[in-house]
C-alpha cells in the first residue's frame, strides 16, 4: 500500500533493514531500522563516520538503499522522488548556494523551484534573516549561512523536515533560537528528523532517538528511556584520613585518589547505605553529588562500546 490514512499514529518515515555501500564495497549503513510518526522529532545520534548521513540521504530520496526498505509519506523516496520531494524540507550539511547572490535572490529563486513557498520574507524572517536580505551569501557568517540553509529547507511549508546538524557553527543564542524554532514547527505538527553532536539538543528536543554505531542502530528509545539504562552517578571526595578502603563494600565505587565515582543501578539504595555508612563514622562527604546518566554519559558509553 503506498498511501497512509493521515492518522496520527501514522508513521511518516519507515526504515526497515536499511543497508547502503558504496561503490559495492565498503557498506557505511549495516540493516537499519527505524519509524517515525507523525508529528514526532526523532534524533540519529552516532559518532563521526556512524552512518547518519548516510542514512538520512536515502531518507531524502538522494541515494538507493543497497537493502532493505524505505518509505517516507507512505513512498519510495528514490523511485516515486517528485511525489515525496514537494512534501518535505531538506537542509544538508553544506547547503551550497551561489555566493555570489544576495539572501533576498537566493530565497526568490528557491521560491520558484518550490510548490506552495511561503512569502520569501516570511521565511527568512523565521530564522532571523529578516534584515539580512540584502547581504551577499558569501558575506554571511557561517551561523547565518546555516540559518539560510534552514529557512531554504522550511520555505515548501513541509510536512516531513530532515536536518543535518542544524545548528553547527551557531554562537549559543543563535543555537536556542533555531531549537525553539524547531520545537514550534514540531509543535505545530511538522514531523523531523534531526542528526546531531549536541547532546543536550538532542535530549531537549527529541521525543524518541537512535543511537548508531558502526553503520548499526545499537539504542533506541525516548531520551529518558535511554539514560534510565545506564547506571547512575554518584560523586564525593573523602575527607583526609579516610581511605577508600574504608567505604561500604556493597558500594560499587572507582577512586581517583580521595576522588570516589559510584556507577548503580541502585541509585537509592546505595546513596542511602553511603550515608549511613558517613553518619555513623562522622565522616563528611565533599562535594556530594547524585544523579541519574545523562544523554551525554550514555552516548560515551555507548561510543566506546558498551551497548545495553
Ligand atoms: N561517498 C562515499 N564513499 C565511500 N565511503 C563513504 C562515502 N561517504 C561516506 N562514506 C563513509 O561511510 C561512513 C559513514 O559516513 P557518514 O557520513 O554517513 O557518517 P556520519 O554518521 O554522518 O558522520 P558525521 O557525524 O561525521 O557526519 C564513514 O566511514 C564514511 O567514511
Redesign the pocket.
Known sequence: MDTYSGDTHEKVIDVAGLRRR??G??E??RGVTFTVARGELFALL????????????VLEGLARPSGGQVRVLGHDPYRERALVRPRMGVML?EGGFPSDLTVAETARMWAGCTTGARPVGEALEMVGLGTRHKVRVKQLSGGERRRLDLSMALLGRPEVLFL??PTTGLDAEGRHETQQLVRELRDQGTTVLL?T?YLEEAEGLADRLAI?RD?QIVTTGTPAEVTAARPARIHFTLPEGVTPDRLPLSVPSAADGRRIEVRTDRLQEDLLELLTWARDRDVRLLGLDARHASLEEAFMDIAKGDAR
Open positions: 558504496y561503490d564495497q565498503f557505511a549503513v552516532g559518532t563521526n563516520g556512524a552512518g547518519k548521513t548516510s542514512t538520512v540521504e550539511q543535518d546538524e542528526t553532536h548508531m553503520g
